[in-house]
């Protein structure tokens, strides 16, 4: 590794150091604090390394377009609260309250994509370096939330790990590749849009923690694949038509699976995933598998047959358990279930039309461990803190 690596890797150790320090001792750090201190980091880096300004043939048509796929990502975001509602702003939206809110934030992205482009320009795309970087600023962003989130409780710090963590690695990772191949200010565009939409409007999408971790975790990874298929990368020779047509058709095919996934994880349309935490249906489902649930039949109930496996509600809990009689009283069902598993009886009530979620339509083996895992570890944590109080 050269002296300049070496350097730049050294100080940006250095800044991850302290970043951690500062996220488990005591979080100083806001909007303006950061920007100050990620700004005097960027000086040292000029000073030490120097600053070459980007070039690109392409540089004004990928500002465009990087600015057209956020805004149309940002139109997707507020589709979706079609399906699950709307929540109104905590911020006001006064003339003075916007400028307010919103210049700290607008200050922090360009002291970042500074800092990052000049870290990134200077590594030749070293990998290691790279992660560092994008290690460095996912931990910028946990700083600046970590204070919403109770570190004692696991409950929130897996929160914290899923509605932050994630979505950060995500979107730093692709602001790295759009810093190194695109140039800062394509960086600066998606963050602006992304980031400030809360503060200029008066609603925002109630996508709820676990779809809004999904949603942003993938926008990002979508128009990096879609950015990668329009324009060349800088320094990369133009690969053949042939090539190019190929991993067009393998991106296309990878993205219409992620947005597969994604509708059925949000239960917002008419199939719906879910991860069994029990063994009543087994061996016909065990723990740890993923069921594919048909909803359509929550509203034609007439469709329902002794013999399908029920997804239905009792008492805010959802089970999933096989039908093994169904007859109407006053106009109602009455649906009788039974679990799978050798020895288990009738179950003690009746499923009602409200109470009918669906019917499994086929189930993925062991996907669903993941789930189940965590699942248990928070109902570990709150029985012990109930314990404790």
């Given amino acids: 590794m050269k002296k300049r690596k070496k350097k730049l890797c050294i100080l940006i150790l250095i800044t991850i150091f302290i970043l951690l320090l500062n996220i488990v001792f005591k979080n100083i750090f806001n909007e303006y604090t950061m920007s100050l201190f990620l700004g005097v980091l960027f000086v040292i880096s000029v000073i030490y390394f120097g600053f070459e300004k980007f070039k690109n043939i392409y540089e004004k048509k990928i500002i465009l377009s990087t600015l057209l796929f956020s805004i149309a990502f940002l139109i997707f975001i507020y589709g979706l609260g079609l399906f699950t509602g709307y929540a109104k702003t905590i911020y006001r939206l006064t003339p003075f309250n916007i400028i307010k809110n919103i210049f700290p934030v607008l200050l922090l992205i360009v002291v970042e994509e500074l800092l990052r482009y000049n870290f990134l320009s200077k590594t030749k795309n070293d990998k290691l370096l790279n992660w560092f970087t994008i290690f460095l600023f996912t931990l910028v962003d946990v700083s600046l939330t970590i204070h919403m989130y109770d570190q004692s409780n696991l409950s929130n710090i897996l929160k914290l790990m899923t509605i932050v963590v994630l979505p950060s690695i995500s979107k730093n990772y692709v602001l790295n590749r759009f810093s190194y191949y695109y140039g800062y200010f394509s960086c600066m565009c998606y963050q602006m849009i992304m980031n400030s939409y809360v503060y200029l409007f008066p609603i925002v999408p109630n996508l709820g ?181």
Wanted: charged share 25%; proline share 3%.
């Fill in 209 to 389: 923690y676990y779809l809004n971790s999904i949603v942003m975790f993938l926008i990002p990874l979508i128009i990096n694949v879609i950015m990668e298929n329009i324009y060349p990368k800088k320094g990369k020779r133009f690969h053949k038509k042939k090539d190019l047509k190929k991993n067009k058709i393998i991106n296309i095919i990878c993205i219409f699976l992620v947005l597969v996934i994604v509708g059925l994880c949000s239960n917002l349309f008419p199939y719906w995933i879910a991860t069994i935490g029990s063994g009543s249906m087994s061996p016909t489902i065990n723990v740890g598998d993923a069921i594919i649930i048909d909803k359509t039949f929550a509203k034609n109930l007439d469709r329902l047959q002794v013999g399908d496996i029920l997804v239905f509600k009792v008492k805010d809990s959802i089970y999933t358990h096989r039908i093994v009689d169904i007859h109407k009283k006053n106009n109602q069902y009455q649906i009788n279930t039974k679990g799978d598993r050798k020895g288990n009886v009738t179950d003690n009530w009746v499923v009602t039309d409200d109470g009918v979620v669906g019917v499994v339509k086929c189930k993925i083996p062991y996907i669903g461990y993941p789930t189940v895992i965590l699942n248990q570890m928070i109902e570990k944590n709150k029985k012990e803190g109930n314990n404790e109080k």
